[in-house]
């Protein structure tokens, strides 16, 4: 089992819809939680963290963090164009103390 | 500070050579990683620093390779005797502890093509 998995891709979503991004994780002992975007042939950048259970919202990016259920996902209301990239799950903390451990990435495609 | 900063941003080099990655991390931030990336995966831990300490090392990582942060600044990483398997993006991140959680930003990368 991998340690961070998300869910297989590619997604795609109509402009101005509701894209849903999920991510498990197996280690409990995890106690932070990032989603990062990346575009084609650039690096990760980060968008959203979370660490507490329930939801973080930062404009149109909600995160939802369930520890019990080991399950983290993004949120992305009003998608656009330009939201088309990989988006990556992390973890840190437990096994991964000090570094992130990441996902292997869900490619959204939002098309008009 | 604009950023994380690597350098060079590709490098093309022959099997067998070795090659030297530059890291220059946020000012402020502590904490130094070093990650892979292939096509169509996640990043992959190679190794991470504290100031100049290195905490943890992968334990996938062959003995090619090597780090260094000296002064708790800049960082290198340098691959010995490159094969074609090395190929990839090799990217840098730095972090603050001065907070909770490890919010890592990352640096443009550096393409690594071994021919």
């Known amino acids: 089992q991998k340690e961070v998995e998300q869910n297989s891709g590619p997604l795609s979503v109509p402009e101005g819809a509701i894209a849903s991004l999920n991510c498990t994780y197996s280690?409990?002992?995890?106690?932070?939680f990032f989603w990062y975007r990346q575009y084609s042939g650039k690096s990760p950048e980060l968008i959203m963290f979370?660490?507490?259970?329930g939801d973080k919202e930062d404009g149109r990016f909600t995160a939802q963090l369930n520890k019990a259920s080991q399950y983290v996902s993004l949120l992305i209301r009003d998608s656009q164009p330009s939201d088309s990239a990989t988006y990556l799950c992390?973890?840190?903390?437990?096994?991964?103390?000090?570094?992130?451990?990441f996902g292997q990435g869900t490619i959204l495609t939002v098309h008009p | 500070d604009t950023g994380v900063s690597q350098d060079p941003r590709h490098k093309i080099t022959k099997r067998g050579q070795n090659v030297t990655f530059r890291c220059d991390p946020i000012?402020?931030?502590?904490?130094l990683y070093w990650y892979r990336q292939t096509l169509g995966q996640g990043p992959e831990f190679l190794t991470y620093?504290?100031?100049?300490?290195?905490?943890?090392k992968s334990r996938l990582l062959s003995d090619r390779f090597s780090a260094e942060r000296p002064k708790g600044s800049f960082s290198t990483l340098e691959i010995q005797r490159t094969e074609q398997g090395d190929s990839a993006m090799y990217l840098c991140?730095?972090?603050?502890?001065?907070?909770?959680?490890?919010?890592?930003?990352f640096g443009q990368g550096t393409r690594l093509t071994v021919v």
């Open positions: 280690d409990r002992g995890s106690q932070s």
């Open positions: 000012s402020e931030h502590n904490r």
């Open positions: 991140a730095s972090s603050s502890m001065t907070g909770g959680g490890t919010e890592a930003f």
């Open positions: 992390a973890v840190s903390g437990g096994t991964s103390y000090g570094k992130l451990t």
């Open positions: 979370i660490y507490s259970n």
């Open positions: 620093f504290q100031n100049e300490a290195q905490l943890e």
